[in-house]
């Protein structure tokens, strides 16, 4: 099994960024597949994005995400990020960091962070 802390939720206003991070620990980081998963309020977690550990490929849900997230990996840190631009009241949720031997099958996860966009 491995550990994952996501970190980097909060409050934002409309059109804001954040940026979250997920660190890890309990195996080899870089043999891992990473994901992000969101929780909005009264609806089942979907996914976000994942990017591989092989090479570094990524996987977006574009139909909402609309080009305002990247996901990447620092190997050397352990930690995989979720870059969130533009942000709007409805990418309002929980977001999830979640590890794997291979996207799109994640065994573990993370407590999750909070994040709110209001006006």
């Known amino acids: 099994q491995v550990q994952l802390v996501e970190s980097g939720g909060g409050l934002v206003h409309p059109g804001g960024s954040l940026r979250l991070s997920c660190a890890t620990s309990g195996r080899t980081f870089s043999s891992l597949d990473m994901g992000w998963f969101r929780q909005r309020p009264g609806m089942d977690r979907e996914f976000v994005a994942a990017?591989?550990?092989?090479?570094?490929?990524?996987?977006y849900a574009h139909y909402y995400v609309q080009g305002r997230f990247t996901i990447s990996r620092d190997n050397a840190e352990n930690t995989v990020y979720l870059q969130m631009n533009s942000l709007k009241p409805d990418d309002t949720a929980v977001y999830y960091c979640a590890a794997g031997p291979q996207y799109p099958r994640f065994d573990d996860w993370g407590q999750g962070t909070q994040v709110t966009v209001s006006s």
């Open positions: 990017i591989n550990a092989t090479d570094d490929k990524t996987y």
